[in-house]
C-alpha cells in the first residue's frame, strides 16, 4: 500500500441491514493524521450477515474487497459473500457484490 489509505471492517455494526449487519470504514491519511472517507456497506445488506468480517484494500488504495461471512448469498444459508469496491471522484462505488 501506498500508505495513505486503511480499510477497517466492524463487522457487528448495526448497518442498513439492522443487527449486526456489518460495515467497512476507509480512512485516509494526510500528514500524521487520520480522518474517514467512507463507511462502505453493501446494497444488499442484511441482518447478522457479518459484512466486515474481513476486509482488504489494493496497494494503491482505489480498490477494496470486504467479506461477509454469514451473508445468505447464492449458496444458501450463511454460505457468505464477498463485496468489490472501486474508489471514485466522487466517493466508493460497490462493483460487484
Known amino acids: 500500500s501506498d500508505g495513505t489509505r486503511a480499510i477497517v471492517g466492524a463487522y457487528a455494526d448495526d448497518a ?31 441482518a447478522y450477515a457479518y459484512f466486515g468480517h474481513s476486509c482488504s484494500i489494493s496497494s494503491d488504495g482505489t480498490r477494496a474487497i470486504v467479506g461477509a461471512r454469514l451473508d445468505d448469498a447464492t449458496g444458501g444459508g450463511n454460505s457468505g459473500a464477498a463485496y468489490l469496491f472501486q474508489r471514485t471522484y466522487t466517493g466508493w462505488v460497490e462493483t460487484a457484490p
Not at 485516509?28 to 456497506?41: D, F, H, I, M, P
Open 16 to 46: 442498513t441491514g439492522g443487527s449486526d449487519s456489518g460495515a467497512a470504514y476507509v480512512f485516509t491519511r494526510s500528514g500524521t493524521s487520520w480522518a474517514q472517507e467512507s463507511k462502505l456497506v453493501p446494497s444488499d445488506s442484511e
